[in-house]
């Protein structure tokens, strides 16, 4: 007879906590902001504070058969940058790219006798003052 008890008791227990609601948990940390921009403005300025003066940082973007060479980094969000250059004619040109899935190849290259090294530009949002 107790067996039969002990089992109605359980499968009590088991109808009660699969129709009960769920209980809250503890609300968890925020999820971390994305920093992918902010880390490749970092990589590239300790790339540039490493170089001698006769070297410059040459920082290239490629997509398909174009290629930049960037002279200017403009992080317009941490998730979105606007790459600022020039393409094999001299053109000016701007890419707007999402951080996350931008590649860059840099390298560090001397400076061609009497030449003045060539330095990239990170720009940041200046915070706006007067917003509230």
């Known amino acids: 007879m107790a067996l039969a008890d002990l089992t109605k008791q359980l499968a009590q227990q088991a109808i009660l906590s699969a129709t ?3 209980e809250k948990k503890e609300a968890s940390a925020p999820a971390p902001a994305d920093n992918t921009g902010l880390t490749i403005f970092g990589e590239i300025q300790a790339m540039q504070r490493a170089l001698k003066e006769d070297e410059e940082l040459v920082v290239l973007f490629q997509s398909g058969v174009e290629r ?3 002279v200017e ?3 317009r969000t941490p998730q979105v940058i606007v790459l600022s250059g020039q393409d ?4 000016l040109t701007r890419i707007i790219t999402p951080a996350a899935s931008l590649q860059l190849l840099c390298k560090t290259m001397k400076v ?5 090294p060539v330095r990239v530009a990170l720009i ?3 915070k706006d003052s007067t917003a509230k």
């Not at 094999?88 to 053109?91: F, L, T």
């Not at 061609?112 to 003045?116: D, V």
């Open 20 to 22: 009960s609601a769920p």
């Open 68 to 70: 930049i060479r960037v």
């Open 73 to 75: 980094l403009f992080l």
């Open 88 to 91: 094999q004619s001299r053109n």
């Open 112 to 116: 061609a006798a009497g030449g003045k």
């Open 124 to 126: 940041t949002p200046k």
